[in-house]
């Protein structure tokens, strides 16, 4: 009889799986119950300005004087009307979610067109020398010198105040914040020893840009329209506010709001509500971009993992 038991199969060791990079990034999002409440608000923004307006937008046009200057929760007129009725009888929930699609989409046209020519203008400074690098940088020091909501005013004025002239002047105001931000970013990023060694074994400009450069330099240039989509959203309210935006039958919260203003002792909800989501959005961006800065900085991350394996 053996004195040694019979050996046991050995079991193969599983490697322990980290989630991936998406529902970690969402399980830090739940630690943060601010920035959560305030993704989950722009979320339901975005389906209600894509969906929307295919539903209720003709009753955002549609004149109803028996039901004029409805007052909010009055029980008036079905729900549509929760939220108040206008001078014209028209649902103030109903021109809300309408014009939820055009304020949101003149500030994304606006920020992306921005990003899209300022970066791109940025790379080429930051990477050429002599005169092309002093030409571009000084024309946005000419753009920069003029206060944009002024510069937008002056352009409007003497052009038609409609949404692709709105975009562009908005576009062109914003343009210098990425270009200066892309033109930093590249002259640090292109004096690191990987970019020299790639440039070393003949790498051309154009690749070092696209495949050492702007990878590192891409996720600032996000961060930053994070945060100056609020400010373009407020600029679009301040410019239709001023009757230098969209023009009705339009609707944009910034045109609502100027509508309203002379109502505000008789109908304060008309101007309330479209003031109140222009608000809450803005609030949302910023609580959103900040944590997007944390998340993707590496020096910042460890205050939200430290975060969750605390509440863990």
């Known amino acids: 009889m053996s004195d040694h038991a019979p050996a046991l ?10 989630p991936g990079a998406l529902r970690g990034a969402f399980l830090l999002l739940w630690r943060d119950k601010f920035a959560f409440a305030a993704a989950l608000f722009l979320v339901l923004l975005a389906l209600t300005a894509i969906v929307g307006p295919e539903l209720v937008g003709r009753e955002a046009l549609a ?4 039901g004029r200057n409805i007052g909010p929760f009055s029980g008036q007129g079905g729900w549509l009307y929760v939220l108040g009725a206008d001078s014209l009888g028209r649902s ?25 020519i300022g970066g791109a203008l940025g790379f080429v400074a930051g990477f050429a020398r002599g005169a092309l690098s002093s030409v571009i940088l000084r024309i946005a020091d000419v753009v920069m010198s003029f206060p944009s909501l002024l510069l937008a005013l002056i352009v409007l004025y003497v052009l038609e105040p409609r949404v692709a002239n709105v975009v562009l002047v ?14 930093a970013e590249t002259l640090e990023v292109r004096e690191r ?7 070393v074994l003949g ?3 154009g ?12 996720p600032t240039l996000i961060t930053v329209a994070t945060l100056e989509f609020a400010f373009v959203m407020l600029s679009e309210s301040s410019l239709s506010f001023l009757g230098l935006g969209v023009q009705a039958p339009g609707i944009t919260w910034g045109l609502m709001v100027a509508d309203g203003r002379g109502t505000l002792g008789t109908a ?5 509500w479209p003031g109140l989501a222009i608000t809450l959005t803005a609030i949302s961006i910023n609580l959103v971009a900040n944590w997007v800065r944390v998340l993707t900085d590496p020096a910042q991350r460890w205050r939200l993992e430290a975060r969750a394996d605390t509440d863990a």
């Open 9 to 18: 199969p050995m079991l193969p060791v599983l490697p322990h799986r980290r």
């Open 63 to 66: 004149i109803n004087l028996r």
């Open 203 to 205: 790498a051309s400009p």
């Open 193 to 199: 020893m990987f970019v020299a060694a790639a440039r």
């Open 268 to 272: 304060w909800w008309r101007s309330f």
């Open 92 to 116: 103030i929930l109903a021109r809300l979610i309408v014009g939820s699609r055009t304020t949101l989409s003149i500030a994304g046209g606006a920020v992306l067109g921005a990003l899209m």
């Open 170 to 183: 908005l576009i062109v105001s914003r343009i210098p914040i990425y270009l200066r931000t892309a033109r």
């Open 207 to 218: 690749r070092l840009v696209r495949r050492h450069v702007m990878p590192i330099v891409l």
